[in-house]
């Protein structure tokens, strides 16, 4: 799948945020990636890595600080972010927010709300937008009785199914997905993660998926790639990464799985994120090994295997 011509290319792309006396929050920085159409890419890290600043820089909700976001071919950051919405490629990225409730205006019925987009990214009229609104609803199991709902009317399971059907009814190419499950039972998270993977079949679409549920990325993905404050450490086929981690940090996250072994758990303090000097591994401080080599060189991303990983050691701690 990553061989193919890639539909998003990401090249060094930062996003840094003034904090005041002239000091600069690093919330991603220099970060290099790529989906290929069709392809589904899970993104893991615990809070304050970065995901979600970086999903809103791919869905052009905030502009970069630098470095190029490529997608079939132009470079969207080229663009500024407040003029990206009425721009022609706009349809083509969609984005699945993490709470349903709050991604819906509660007065707006389930109807209204998928129609929404339609009106005002295709300028579709209103008997073809409803025409597709029922098309749409149908791919993703919302009765046509739902439709006239509002909201707090809908249960968080009918819900999320809005909230999908709307970012799919302007037919994407690419759906950004920021903790699609999070705020639903359990079982209703299992129901709509097999809808997500049978749409994403039928209708070849590419998925971000950010979730910290990694047995869900492991399942629902492709391939994984792995932030810590705002570098991208580890990236590679989501089944190797989840059998032979290379980074000291993706075999820390993969041993809190159940079943996955011993826990590795880290001791020190995290790094700070605002004006961290660039010769240090962002890791340092709290890596089992963390030599002294680690404090003078940051270690680049390069290929071991199939993964790239950016660990001085990763050779010799997975040997």
Same mark, same amino acid.
């Given at each position: 799948?990553?061989?193919?011509?890639?539909?998003?290319?990401?090249?060094?792309?930062?996003?840094?945020?003034?904090?005041?006396?002239?000091?600069?929050?690093?919330? !991603?920085?220099?970060?290099?990636?790529?989906?290929? &159409?069709?392809?589904?890419?899970?993104?893991?890290?615990?809070?304050?890595?970065?995901?979600?600043?970086? !999903?809103?820089?791919?869905?052009?909700?905030?502009?970069?600080?630098?470095?190029?976001?490529?997608?079939?071919?132009?470079?969207?950051?080229?663009?500024?972010?407040?003029?990206?919405?009425?721009?022609?490629?706009?349809?083509?990225?969609?984005?699945?927010?993490?709470d349903p409730t709050d991604s819906l205006n509660p007065r707006f019925t389930a109807r209204e709300a998928i129609r929404e987009p339609l009106t005002l990214l295709t300028k579709t009229g209103r008997a073809a937008a409803d025409a597709r609104v029922d098309e749409v609803a149908e791919q993703?199991?919302?009765?046509?009785?739902?439709?006239?709902r509002f909201p707090h009317q809908l249960s968080g399971g009918q819900k999320a199914r809005v909230g999908i059907a709307r970012a799919l009814a302007v037919k994407p190419r690419l759906l950004i997905l920021?903790? &699609?499950?999070?705020?639903?039972?359990?079982?209703?998270?299992?129901?709509?993660?097999?809808?997500l993977e049978r749409l994403r079949d039928e209708l070849g679409l590419s998925l971000l998926f950010v979730s910290h549920d990694l047995n869900v990325?492991?399942?629902?993905?492709?391939? !994984?790639?792995?932030?810590?404050?705002?570098?991208?450490?580890?990236?590679?086929?989501s089944e190797q990464v989840f059998r032979s981690p290379k980074h000291p940090y993706t075999q820390s996250l993969i041993s809190a799985i159940p079943g996955q072994g011993p826990r590795i758990r880290l001791s020190g303090e995290v790094s700070s994120p605002i004006?961290?000097? &660039?010769?240090?591994?962002?890791?340092?401080?709290?890596? &089992?090994?963390?030599e002294d080599r680690c404090a003078r060189e940051a270690p680049p991303l390069r290929p071991l295997g199939q993964q790239l990983v950016?660990?001085?050691?990763?050779d010799a701690a997975t040997a």
């Open positions: 799948m990553p061989d193919a011509a890639p539909l998003l290319q990401l090249e060094r792309v930062q996003r840094r945020f003034p904090v005041g006396g002239g000091r600069v929050l690093h919330a !991603v920085d220099d970060l290099s990636l790529s989906l290929a &159409p069709g392809e589904s890419l899970g993104l893991v890290g615990e809070s304050g890595c970065g995901k979600s600043t970086l !999903v809103r820089l791919i869905a052009r909700l905030l502009d970069t600080s630098g470095g190029r976001i490529v997608f079939d071919g132009q470079d969207l950051a080229a663009e500024p972010a407040r003029r990206f919405a009425k721009a022609p490629q706009r349809h083509e990225i969609q984005m699945v927010f993490q993703v199991g919302l009765p046509a009785a739902l439709l006239s920021d903790e &699609p499950t999070a705020a639903l039972d359990v079982s209703v998270q299992a129901v709509v993660l097999q809808l990325v492991r399942l629902l993905t492709d391939r !994984v790639a792995v932030m810590y404050l705002g570098k991208l450490i580890e990236i590679g086929p004006d961290p000097p &660039p010769q240090v591994c962002r890791f340092h401080g709290r890596c &089992p090994r963390g950016a660990c001085h050691f990763a």
